[in-house]
């Protein structure tokens, strides 16, 4: 069982960065694919970013393709989602999650464990 805790959401304006933080209770990341998902209100939950098990691959949605780094910190055993430029349509919950992962490719889909989420909003 992994679990995850997200932090780092906020309220920030238009063209504003954040940086999301998740770290694993317990467990280290060396055997896990880890992703950001992000869920708007009255919409269902996206695909956002991925990061490879060595965290050398990376995989973004286009909608945040250029703007959005998924990156980690082995010493600190922590993943970071860095956000800049954000948009009003960037407002939505953010949820990091973690996958066992056999190879070292970046995963859009089928994540195992979740955390709470984090909310993100930008204002206009």
């Known amino acids: 069982q992994v679990q995850l805790v997200e932090s780092g959401g906020g309220l920030v304006q238009t063209g504003d960065s954040l940086r999301l933080s998740c770290a694993p209770s317990?467990?280290?990341?060396?055997?896990?694919?880890m992703g950001w998902f992000r869920q708007a209100p009255g919409k269902e939950r996206e695909f956002v970013a991925a990061?490879?098990?060595?965290?050398?691959?990376?995989s973004y949605a286009d909608s945040v393709k250029g703007r959005f780094t998924i990156s980690k910190d082995n010493a600190k055993n922590t993943i970071y989602l860095q956000m800049n430029s954000l948009k009003p349509e960037d407002t939505a919950i953010y949820y990091c999650?973690?996958?066992?992962?056999?190879?070292?490719?970046?995963?859009?889909?089928?994540?195992?464990?979740w955390g709470q989420g984090t909310q993100v909003t930008v204002s206009s």
């Open positions: 990061l490879s098990r060595s965290g050398g691959s990376t």
């Open positions: 317990g467990r280290t990341f060396g055997t896990y694919a």
């Open positions: 999650a973690a996958r066992l992962a056999v190879t070292d490719i970046p995963r859009t889909g089928g994540y195992n464990y």
